[in-house]
């Protein structure tokens, strides 16, 4: 369009930008700013193409505006910021005029645009608060106009002169020549200028000639000003034609000036002209002066007499300081080498002047303060211009006894040298850098009052500045406050703060002295500007020491904070800095708090680049920064206010390190509480914003994430140290910090992309936790208000309002003194949604925060509770957590789930339904879950009744949604929470809560909501818990069939109709999910024989599926005659036969031998879609792999193998998931029995040595030390008993009988006495203990010689060891080990050290093999031989004793302890000790190798059946325990769910156990045909004789069910014996 129609598109555009205009769009927000902005820019670019449609537009808009009829304060700023927006593009647009500009558009320019501006600087209001900046604007387009149309301005004034020349009205209109003041004039438009007023003087009137005078002295400025250069060369090279015109109106003006207020009028002029003369200048200084120039002498001699105030006029002197100003500010545009004259009579003055204008006894005034203020300023200016070291008036300003109005002088003078410096001559701001400390001094004494001040005086109205190079106008005293000198010191420090903006040096520099000193006065100095960011009472002050605190944060600022330590002293001021802002943001005490947002951006980056050129710097020196762990999770919470801020920053002391380079004396400062917290709260305040309704705010809190990892990165650029070390969720930030480019985005999108990202968030911080915790308050307080509202109304001043408003709507409401909160207002809602949607997304790190354990993780009873205090997995309750922050907001969210609130209710509903359902951490799930089942099992009564209410069965609806979004929801990270907590409770009761609604439209809708939900939570079957999956799947298929065909038959309306037969589909689909791989499990007590209860259920099910296939195909038949609206009904009923047919085909599949007898008829029926039925019934088994084998007869068999298989299963890293979880919750009273049957099972499988290395490390994990190791009655224990008995048995046998023997029947030992204890050598229960030949030493001996006889055999016999038992040391060996290694500290691992576990224990972990090997297998054959076996009767009580003792000696050697406690055994030592080596080689001996399983002889091979019913029952009865235990493992995730499920599918399968009451089992009895068998056979080695191989092989035996009498019951088949013998 732009190339083909240019006219229209240059219109499109300024209708565009008319259109977003504040007075027509309303209210600015941030992004119709950016709008407006663009639009600005783009009519800018166009303007130098089309410049005059551009101007055209923009005036006819400028003209529209101004005619404009306003009412309202709202309405009148609109109107002031669209019309300073138009001045100021058409400022820029005239800026960039082309050169080419034809003469039709200077006169459009002239007839139009002039007058509209004219208007601006003519009606100009005194004291408007407006009109001020409006005339600044608009004198700004003028200039620009007439820098290339001159002449058309210059001719409105020329003609305007000539007008009044013949007026002869007294008060004619002078506005015309007014404009003189703000035309761009150079050397050639001054002189015409002055040719014109020189020619038409005489004729004009005295007001006319009164505006002349003043307006050309104005443009004289204009000149100087803006052409320097042309000025300098005046004196450089004289121009007659300037100086005779300059001549000519001196000469006018003198003649006119006859009175003495005439006289004041013209001085400031005449001074002017006379300057613009150089060489009359050099006359009048000579002693003899022509008679035409003595009127000029005379004009100077009457100035110095008016300035010495001799002249007996206050008017005459006031004129005479003007015009000597005039001439020192003249002079410094001319080089002293041009023109040493005009110096020479500025000194002559200028000491009379500095006295009249700065003399604090008497201080100049002429009733107007700004004329003043000017005046001194220009004074003070031009006299450090002229010479800069005569510094006694800078002294005299400084002075803290001197007027406010002085320092406020000095200040904006420093702030005009600084920013001013166009002549190469004038001196710079240096010279001034030795009154620092009195400036500073200022500074803070100003900072104290104005703030003192503050809270008692309302917002001050300064001038609005949109950019700070405008001077502060008149309004900056015009007002009458109520206190003025309050007033007058904001005014002055907002002076001081530009001052420190302009020049941060000027009030950084401390010359001579120390470090310490100069820290402190660069803290104190920071700190007050930090006071003033989050001040809203000085909204310009605010800004203006942001813009300050930026510049104190450029890189060559920071290195004058403290010379001698920079880095230190940064990381002190720079986060105090930081913590106070965000401590501020985060508490909602800012109100621009977007823009403070953006300031914080821009000072991380600066921080950034300061860390970075530090780092570059000195590479070797770098290691400080890496000792500030910005996670800061161990730290204590630093709260500092104003006055803490005050306090620490100007006594910050400096820890100085050892090294020569400034940054290693940082080591120290990095790692301070103050700097971890800064980091800490600046977390905080970006994830706080991140719920803001502002999506430019939460953008720039985004991508400040940016400059954090930044931080990091730079930090951690020193080899081995990650980035995480330092910002634990580096990856999440830098993903923030990207997403924050996506401007055009809407608000749901990114609050969507937020929260995807908080769920990411892996580590909980001080920042998260704390971001969490403060919104949560603050949610709180907020979802009160709304559900309060509009009932509760709170008092003026305790407005709660959002963070994020714009002050505007901030101060409409403390006006109004409006309720709590406005409902009305948007932004409220939705801040309290992006609230919520953030507590549920980050809610999870601060959950794993909180602590460590699951939510349901289950205790594995392994030993007595007091002896695994450390180790155990807790079981936590929900209750348990019910104080958290994150229990009371989901508890909270449950609540809202069912708000009733008649405004917001339904919005609220409907958010935390998707907010929790789509949004909410996966961590969180299994607290929900609990939750969500706790609350609807209370929806029943004690007998299970249903209390159905309205707010019930809505909360049973939205958790059926939650639930669905939920599981349809693949959030990342779902599948690893999921599992945590079992739902099948939860989801039964919602089934029976629905099951009594009715049939209403609505409760038809749930019921099918809810058969969705059924399948999803199917579709995610792996990844969810349960307990008793198959119940729980029989038990939601027995409700959900009863809906199937339950309405639709009855329904009249059509709409139900659809409904039901809605219902009908979602329920088949959900009983298709349920019945895949689904064996039938009937309820148990119901006295029917299993196979014939599954029978029975089978063909409930198939009969109920049958007929709804007929229903389909009646109803088919129906809609085929009627047609029309039927057809939608019709492919209804074609997906719900499908389904059926899926669902028949899934419950065949899985229940072939119960059900096949049942289905087979059908495919014989007389019916042939009946047969068709079938036939695609079975096609479908076919095709899904259906196992015949069930029907074969040895299924039962078969499935007691798999069974077996499962349990002894072993994972990739050698974990055995179904036996270590069996064995975690198998009741303590059965161990004894579970340790028989695992370690008949694995040994079968020849996978002892991986039981019992997974139960030998799990028992080592959990030892405190190893004096406790195996000396509990844990199950590892008994299984290693178990182990020793029966497969050591005879090795004790050869070992001890013969040893045993001797000592009983030997006739050397036959009177010998083993007692060594004193204490028992009395008489006891009438019995001497000991004759009266023996003695305690000969006793000892005796002890001793036998120890040593049996000792020595014991470790002689290593060859004799069995190999199973070799196999069971060399685990316990290994596994000790493992265990004890990664239980070391890791400085021990760092350090290498060579025994790291020697260095934990005083003993090694072959101590433990002894130890347990004596404990369990050895010593209790000594102490007690005939009850284990060896010997046929119970020994004498003498030997006994001496039995019991040796065994006591044998077990200190085996643990490599000496006596202690027992005086009567430490005569022993001696030999415990010097056996000590010999013990240990036995059991390495013993223990550092294991036989290859081949070589090991599995004597138990054979399984009784005992050992598999007894594996089935505890399987059975512990199902649900072992799902639980499974979930909560920290080893689920390698696992998976795969085996649990098998196991559950077999459990069905085989029914429940066949079992008598406890009180008549006959288990304990069965152990003869167990443990008493099977010892029976390892000793009498019957398997490996050759009869029993092939009697095993022939298969001619299996066992399956018991006898009445509980007896197993063998079947022998013959068949398979007569083929053999054939």
């Known amino acids: 369009m732009a190339a083909h129609k240019p006219v229209e598109w240059v219109q499109a555009v300024v209708n565009r930008f008319d259109e977003q205009l504040p007075i027509k769009a309303g209210q600015q927000n941030t992004h119709t700013k950016v709008s407006t902005e663009h639009n600005k820019e783009c009519l800018i670019n166009i303007s130098k193409y089309k410049f005059s449609l551009v101007i055209s537009g923009l005036t006819n808009i400028l003209k529209n505006v101004n005619n404009m009829r306003i009412f309202g304060e709202t309405a009148e700023k609109n109107l002031y910021l669209s019309q300073l927006i138009i001045l100021d593009t058409l400022e820029k647009c005239l800026a960039g005029q082309p050169k080419d500009t034809m003469r039709l558009d200077e006169t459009m320019l002239v007839k139009q645009l002039l007058p509209e501006i004219c208007h601006f600087i003519h009606t100009y209001r005194e004291g408007n608060q407006h009109a001020a900046e409006l005339r600044n604007s608009a004198s700004g387009v003028l200039f620009s106009l007439s820098c290339n149309n001159f002449n058309a301005v210059f001719s409105r004034i020329s003609t305007r002169l000539q007008e009044l020349t013949v007026c002869s009205e007294d008060n004619a209109d002078v506005h015309d020549i007014e404009l003189l003041q703000y035309i761009s004039v150079d050397c050639s438009k001054l002189k015409r200028l002055l040719q014109e007023t020189v020619f038409k003087f005489k004729a004009l009137k005295k007001v006319a000639q009164l505006a002349v005078i003043n307006s050309l002295e104005k443009a004289f400025w204009n000149w100087v000003e803006n052409y320097p250069d042309e000025f300098t060369k005046l004196y450089q090279t004289p121009q007659t034609d300037m100086a005779d015109c300059a001549e000519k109106l001196f000469d006018l003006v003198d003649g006119f000036a006859e009175s003495t207020k005439r006289k004041a009028a013209v001085w400031p002029l005449q001074i002017i002209l006379l300057v613009l003369c150089p060489e009359i200048i050099q006359d009048i200084a000579k002693d003899v002066v022509e008679e035409t120039k003595m009127n000029k002498k005379l004009f100077l001699d009457n100035l110095r007499k008016a300035l010495a105030g001799h002249s007996g006029s206050r008017q005459l002197t006031e004129s005479a300081a003007i015009a000597c100003v005039k001439l020192c500010k003249a002079s410094t545009y001319i080089n002293w080498e041009d023109n040493s004259v005009i110096f020479l009579l500025v000194q002559s003055m200028v000491v009379d002047l500095k006295n009249l204008l700065f003399n604090p006894s008497k201080p100049f005034s002429r009733g107007n303060q700004n004329a003043d203020v000017d005046l001194m300023i220009d004074c003070l200016v031009s006299c450090f211009r002229i010479n800069p070291h005569n510094n006694q008036h800078f002294k005299i300003c400084l002075a803290q006894n001197s007027p406010s109005t002085f320092h406020y002088v000095l200040v904006n003078s420093l702030h005009r040298i600084i920013t001013n410096s166009a002549l190469d001559w004038w001196p710079k701001i240096d010279a001034v850098y030795c009154h620092s400390m009195e400036l500073r001094s200022m500074f803070s004494e100003t900072l104290h009052k104005a703030i003192q001040g503050c809270g008692a005086h309302p917002a001050i109205r300064m001038t609005p500045s949109l950019t700070f190079k405008e001077k502060m106008t008149s309004l900056k005293f015009k007002e009458k406050p109520t206190d003025l000198e309050t007033r007058s010191y904001k005014f002055l420090l907002l002076s001081l703060v530009k001052l420190i903006h302009a020049d941060p040096k000027l009030l950084l520099c401390n010359p001579r002295k120390q470090g310490p000193e100069t820290q402190g006065s660069t803290a104190e100095l920071i700190t007050g500007l930090v006071q003033l960011v989050p001040q809203s009472s000085m909204p310009d002050i605010a800004q203006e020491a942001m813009e300050a605190l930026l510049v104190l944060h450029q890189l060559d600022s920071i290195d004058l904070w403290n010379p001698d330590a920079p880095i230190e002293t940064f990381w002190e001021i720079s986060s105090q800095m930081l913590f106070y802002i965000c401590k501020k943001l985060t508490s909602h005490q800012m109100l621009s708090s977007t823009e403070i947002l953006k300031w914080l951006r821009e000072i991380l980056i600066c921080r950034n680049k300061f860390l970075l050129k530090n780092k570059q710097s000195d590479r070797s020196s770098c290691h400080f920064l890496f000792l500030y762990d910005v996670s800061g999770g161990g730290t204590s919470q630093i709260s500092l206010d104003h006055e803490e801020m005050i306090r620490c920053a100007p006594g910050a002391t400096l820890r100085k390190g050892k090294g020569n380079s400034s940054m290693e004396s940082t080591a120290g400062c990095s790692g301070t509480p103050i700097c971890r917290q800064a980091q800490t709260k600046l977390e905080v305040a970006l994830y706080m914003f991140l719920w803001s309704p502002d999506i430019e705010a939460v953008l720039v809190a985004m991508s400040c994430f940016r400059h954090l990892c930044e931080e990091a990165d730079i930090r951690c650029g020193v080899d081995e140290v990650s980035v995480h070390n330092f910002l634990p969720n580096y990856n999440t930030f830098m993903e923030f910090a990207s997403v924050s480019n996506m401007m055009s985005t809407g608000r749901a999108a990114l609050q969507k992309r937020v929260m995807a990202l908080l769920r990411r968030i892996e580590h909980p911080t001080a920042g998260n936790t704390e ?17 309060n509202y509009p009932k509760t109304k709170m008092e003026d001043g305790q407005v709660t309002e959002s963070l994020h408003k714009t002050i505007v709507k901030r101060r409409m409401s403390h006006v109004s003194g409006g309720g709590s909160i406005d409902l009305s207002d948007t932004d409220s809602l939705q801040e309290w949604i992006n609230m919520t949607g953030f507590l549920c997304a980050l809610g999870g790190v601060c959950l794993q925060h909180r602590s460590s354990a699951g939510l349901a993780t289950y205790s594995p009873p392994m030993g007595p509770v007091n002896e695994r205090k450390g180790s155990m997995i807790s079981m936590v309750s929900t209750e348990g957590n019910a104080e958290t922050p994150v229990s009371k907001f989901i508890d909270r969210l449950l609540t809202l789930m069912v708000c009733n609130h008649e405004k917001v209710g339904l919005q609220i509903r409907t958010n935390i339904k998707d907010l929790v359902g789509l949004e909410l951490s996966p961590a969180l799930y299994p607290m929900l879950f609990n939750k969500l089942k706790n609350t609807i099992s209370k929806f029943f009564d004690s007998q299970g009744q249903v209390l159905l209410t309205e707010t019930n069965t809505q909360f049973v609806e939205q958790t059926i949604a939650i639930m669905k979004n939920l599981l349809d929801n693949h ?157 939608g009904m019709s492919r209804r009923l074609a997906s719900l036969r499908h389904c059926t047919v899926l669902a028949m085909s899934n419950l065949l599949n899985a229940n072939v031998d119960s059900g096949l007898m049942h289905s087979i008829g059908l495919g014989y029926h007389k019916d042939l879609q009946t047969r068709a039925t079938f036939m695609e019934v079975l096609t479908k088994i ?138 028992r050598f009395e008489i006891q229960g009438g019995e001497q203990m000991l004759e009266p030949t023996e003695s305690l030493e000969e006793n000892q001996r005796s002890l001793l010689q036998m120890t040593e006889k049996f000792f020595h055999a014991i470790i002689n016999s290593s060859s004799e060891f069995p190999p199973q038992l070799r196999s069971v040391c060399h685990c316990l060996y290994q596994a000790t080990c493992h265990s004890l290694l990664n239980k070391a500290t890791v400085k021990e691992k760092k350090e290498n050290k060579k025994s790291v576990v020697s260095q934990r224990f005083p003993q090694n972990s072959i101590g433990a093999v002894g130890s347990a090997m004596f404990l369990r297998f050895i010593n209790p054959a000594i102490v007690s031989p005939y009850e284990a076996g060896i010997l046929d009767k119970k020994p004498p009580p003498r030997i006994e004793r001496g039995l019991k003792l040796m065994s006591k000696i044998l077990q200190s050697i085996a643990n490599h302890v000496l006596f202690t406690k027992e005086e009567h055994m430490r005569p022993f030592n001696d030999f415990v000790k010097s056996n000590f080596d010999a013990a240990r080689r036995f059991f390495l001996d013993i223990a550092s190798d294991c036989p290859a399983s081949d070589t090991v002889n599995h004597s138990l091979s054979f399984i009784s059946d005992g050992n598999v019913l007894a594996l089935h029952r505890l399987l059975w009865n512990n199902q649900e325990k072992i799902g639980q235990y499974l979930s909560s493992n920290r080893d689920h995730k390698a696992v998976g769910r795969r085996p649990f499920d098998k196991m559950a599918t077999l459990l069905a399968y085989l029914g429940p156990p066949e079992h008598k009451p406890v009180a008549d089992t006959h288990w304990s009895s069965l152990n003869l045909t167990s443990s008493k068998f099977e010892e029976f056979m390892t000793r009498h080695q019957v398997h490996e004789k050759e009869e029993f191989k092939a009697l095993k092989t022939l298969n001619i035996f299996y066992q399956a069910g018991t006898s009445k009498a509980g007896n197993p019951v063998f079947y022998y088949i013959a068949r398979r014996s007569l083929n053999v013998s054939i």
């Open 771 to 787: 971001a969490w915790e403060d919104t949560h308050a603050k949610w709180e307080q907020a979802t009160k208000l709304i559900l």
């Open 971 to 1127: 959030t990342e990270g779902s599948s690893e929470h999921l599992g945590q907590a079992s739902i099948e409770t939860m989801m039964l009761n919602l089934v029976r809560y629905v099951r009594v609604l009715g049939n209403l439209v609505h409760a038809i809708q749930i019921k099918t909501k809810l058969c969705q939900l059924v399948e999803v939570m199917m579709e995610r079957r792996d990844d969810l818990s349960f307990c008793q999956e198959m119940k729980f799947r029989n038990k939601m298929v027995e409700y959900l069939t009863d809906w199937v065909m339950g309405t639709s038959n009855q329904a009249t309306d059509e709409d139900v109709k659809c409904l039901t037969r809605d219902l009908d589909q979602a329920s088949m689909e959900a009983v298709v999910s349920l019945l895949a791989g689904l064996p039938l499990q009937p309820e148990e007590g119901d006295g029917v024989e299993l196979m014939e209860a599954k029978s029975q259920l089978f063909l409930k099910y198939f009969t109920l599926f049958m007929n709804l296939l007929n229903d389909c195909s009646e109803v088919e038949d129906e809609s085929a005659q009627t047609g029309g609206r039927k057809r």
């Open 1182 to 1319: 076919l095709q899904q792999g259906t196992e015949f084998d069930t029907l074969a007869e040895t299924v039962l068999a078969d499935r007691f193998e798999r069974l077996v298989e499962l349990v002894t299963m072993m994972g990739d890293q050698g974990e055995l998931p179904i036996a270590m979880a069996l064995a975690n919750v198998v009741p303590c009273s059965q161990w004894d029995e579970l340790a028989r049957v695992l370690v008949t099972l694995f040994d079968s499988r020849h996978l002892l040595y991986q039981l019992l290395w997974n139960m030998f490390s799990k028992e080592v994990e959990l030892a405190d030390s190893m004096q406790t190791l195996f000396r509990g009655n844990s199950l590892a224990s008994k299984i290693m008993t178990f182990c020793f008995k029966v497969y050591g048995a005879t090795y004790l046998q050869k070992l001890l009988e013969p040893l045993l023997r001797t000592v009983i029947t030997s006739s050397e030992w036959q009177h010998v006495s083993f007692e060594v204890d004193p204490t």
